[in-house]
């Protein structure tokens, strides 16, 4: 009857659309439409049914079968583009799927095959364009949503992911993908608190959502729970989701807590697998370097900068393990190469500007500092090199300058002050180094490097170790997830023969830090 001919299309639809694609098959492979355009539907149906269980030959009948009762069929005619692709058939796939477009009948299954053919030939940008057609037709379908925001925080474009998040918060607000999504955002702009906040929240709801898994296990790395993130990597790679990005943070874990045998037993496969990989040959080198073994691993970084030779980065990793060894000369090449490949980063400047004071070359480090200086006006940390360069050839009046012009940048650029202080010191003025010191706390009042120095000083001499331990209690307070604080004034309640206060100390410590391992040695000892 008229009913049956709209409701039984309509449901095979939504059990295709649901996954239920045996559902569909084993009710209604047999059922005959009295209306043609309902009985082409339902073809079509079972057409994506069997297409689903990988049964491409049944699924070009049903295709072929919907076709050849209604050939401007949208729902059949996009089904059978996309068998096509997933044969891949592309030039029939488009020829097929041009033709909806050219009837003015596309929808969002057309804009996401679209998006799909798009990116497959690497038209990335036309691929964005076409998902986001799909959300202008349907705006809940979560998942171009999905693919466009991933791929804009993959191609760093975070404002406008930022924007995508927005819309999406607007379109589909109790979507458990804005969860991950967050995260996502999070942890590439580096807000790794806020990304392991948002990303707990969704593993307290899904705690086997891989992908959640895999990201929570980046955020805790970063931010040095070492113990949680070795658990999240290890659950990411029983659940079969093995891939570089997941060993990577595994090794990691593993070398920070010493256990540099568990890396080369996770990095192994990975040597098997992508031998030829510049990525792992980095992680080799790592590796390598962990374990002492400095041949091999300049061995591992020349591999990773031949296998990705205009990559600045390999040829860091190569300049500072090369150095390591002892080769100055290949070590000094390596960053010079990193810096002429770098347009932007001002690491690899750094790197060989460190190089050259090493080698106690003032002059040449002095011309990678002009050089510097052009790229990246502005930066304190430029005439904080200057001026160690300087002290190198001894010429203190420059010395001075130079450090003075980076705390007139940035009066809380502590490097500067330090240095300056030193300076002081040396011409025992021990008043004139603390007031480096406090001209950094005006500026920024809780700057742990700032207060354990000032300490530093006050507890040269006994009148001042009552406010060493005030500033020290600052810095411990105001920087609570740091190790620097804690440890000092453990060390100072022990130097001053206060076992109790050293004790209680690191029990705080201890307790602010639960998974660190210079804490815990510090409470056992």
Same mark, same amino acid.
């Given at each position: ?346 690491? %690899? !400047?750094? $790197? +060989?500007?460190? #190089?050259? @004071?090493?080698? =106690?070359?003032?002059?040449? /480090?002095?011309? &990678? *500092? ?77 700057? %742990? !490097?700032? $207060? +354990?120095?000032? #300490?530093? @000083?006050?507890? =040269?001499?006994?009148?001042? /170790?009552?406010? &060493? *331990? ?56």
């Amino acid at each position: 009857n008229h009913d049956a001919g709209e409701v039984v299309p309509m449901l095979a639809r939504a059990l295709v659309d649901t996954g239920s694609y045996t559902d569909v098959i084993s009710r209604f492979s047999s059922t005959k439409m009295p209306m043609p355009e309902a009985e082409a539907d339902l073809k079509a149906a079972l057409g994506y049914a069997h297409m689903a269980l990988r049964d491409n030959e049944r699924s070009a009948e049903m295709f072929d079968a919907a076709l050849a009762i209604d050939s401007e069929n949208r729902y059949a005619r996009i089904g059978k583009a996309r068998l096509f692709a997933v044969t891949r058939d592309m030039n029939s796939a488009r020829a097929l799927l041009d033709k909806v477009f050219e009837s003015n009948s596309a929808d969002e299954n057309a804009w996401l095959l679209d998006a799909e053919l798009k990116s497959a030939k690497g038209d990335l940008d036309g691929a964005l364009a076409s998902y986001r057609e799909v959300y202008a037709s349907k705006p809940d379908n979560i998942r171009a949503r999905y693919i466009v925001i991933s791929y804009l925080a993959a191609q760093k474009r975070l404002a406008e992911a930022r924007v995508e998040l927005v819309a999406m918060k607007k379109a589909v607000p109790k979507a458990p993908e804005l969860f991950f999504l967050e995260g996502l955002l999070f942890t590439n702009e580096r807000k790794f608190s806020e990304a392991r906040e948002i990303l707990n929240k969704l593993l307290a709801i899904a705690p086997d959502f891989i992908p959640a898994v895999g990201l929570a296990a980046l955020a805790e790395f970063e931010l040095k729970s070492y113990t949680i993130a070795e658990q999240h990597a290890e659950k990411v790679l029983a659940a079969g989701a093995d891939s570089l990005f997941i060993r990577r943070i595994l090794i990691g874990t593993y070398l920070q807590t010493g256990r540099i045998a568990k890396a080369q037993q996770v990095l192994e496969p990975l040597l098997k697998k992508l031998p030829e990989h510049p990525d792992v040959q980095a992680l080799a080198g790592q590796v390598s370097l962990s374990a002492g073994d400095t041949e091999g691993a300049e061995k591992a970084f020349a591999a990773a900068a031949r296998l990705k030779p205009e990559d600045s980065a390999a040829q860091s990793r190569l300049g500072l393990s090369r150095l390591a060894a002892g080769d100055r000369l290949g070590g000094i090449a390596a960053l010079e190469n990193a810096v002429r490949l770098e347009t932007d980063d001002t690491r %690899p !400047d750094v $790197l +060989l500007i460190v #190089a050259h @004071l090493r080698n =106690r070359d003032a002059d040449k /480090a002095l011309a &990678a *500092i002009d050089a510097l200086e052009q790229k990246k006006s502005g930066d304190p940390m430029t005439p904080n090199l200057r001026g160690t360069a300087y002290l190198l050839k001894k010429d203190l009046g420059k010395a001075r300058a130079s450090f003075a012009k980076a705390l007139e940048i940035e009066p809380s650029f502590f490097p500067a002050a330090s240095n300056l202080a030193r300076m002081d010191l040396l011409d025992k003025n021990t008043e004139a180094a603390e007031s480096r010191f406090r001209g950094v706390l005006v500026k920024s009042p809780q700057h %742990p !490097d700032a $207060l +354990l120095a000032l #300490a530093g @000083l006050k507890a =040269r001499t006994k009148e001042g /170790a009552s406010e &060493a *331990i005030v500033l020290i209690e600052k810095a411990v307070q105001g920087n609570n997830k740091l190790v620097a604080p804690h440890a000092a004034l453990v060390q100072l309640h022990s130097a001053l023969g206060d076992r109790t206060k050293a004790l209680a100390a690191a029990t705080d410590a201890a307790l602010a830090l639960p998974e660190d391992t210079q804490v815990l040695e510090l409470l056992a000892s």
